[in-house]
């Protein structure tokens, strides 16, 4: 099985400064294979055996005693990034400005009550669907200027998530 390992809160410089040749490096010593990883934000690519429960107790465990991170890691089948990626809601937009298109990918199912209370932010400039684990979010202001980030979503729906744009999403249904 093809997966994906996003991790949330790892950095280039800074707090939580993970090397990603460190971290494939790291890896070489676990049951994955066709590793790679992509941009320094933490995304790891593999093939393995085990199902996504598993790869993530590895990978935490292995962040944990390898660069002393505790770090959520979201582990996801690549088909079903692919998923994320035809199902998106907000296709127009997106091919009008793909970089104000980003996805939200949640460690579970937030409530409906939750869902439905959050869903009363969602604007025409900055707008966002939730089905299942995963959000679409078209922020039309800029994600540099919204006040609906990652944390935000993460506090007001209860559960641990991890943003990635189009582009990094794209590209992690194609290596």
Do not use: H
């Amino acid at each position: 099985m093809r997966y994906v390992a996003l991790l949330r809160g790892v950095n280039v410089s800074g707090k939580n400064k993970l090397p990603m040749a460190l971290l494939r490096q790291a890896l070489e010593t676990t049951p994955f294979y066709g590793l790679t990883t992509y941009i320094q934000s933490g995304n790891i690519i593999f093939n393995t055996d085990l199902d996504a429960a598993q790869c993530k107790l590895i990978i935490g465990d292995l962040l944990k005693s390898e660069f002393g991170l505790q770090v959520p890691v979201l582990v996801k089948k690549q088909e079903t990034i692919k998923d994320v990626l035809k199902e998106n809601p907000f296709k127009k937009e997106t091919t009008e400005n793909f970089k104000l298109m980003s996805f939200g990918f949640f460690d579970k199912i937030p409530v409906t009550e939750k869902i439905d209370e959050v869903m009363s932010f969602s604007t025409e400039i900055e707008t966002f669907k939730i089905v299942d684990d995963v959000m679409y979010f078209y922020c039309g202001v800029g994600f540099g200027k919204t006040k609906m980030t990652n944390a935000w979503f993460e506090k007001k729906l209860g559960v641990t998530s991890t943003m990635r744009n189009y582009n990094t999403t794209l590209k992690l249904t194609e290596l």
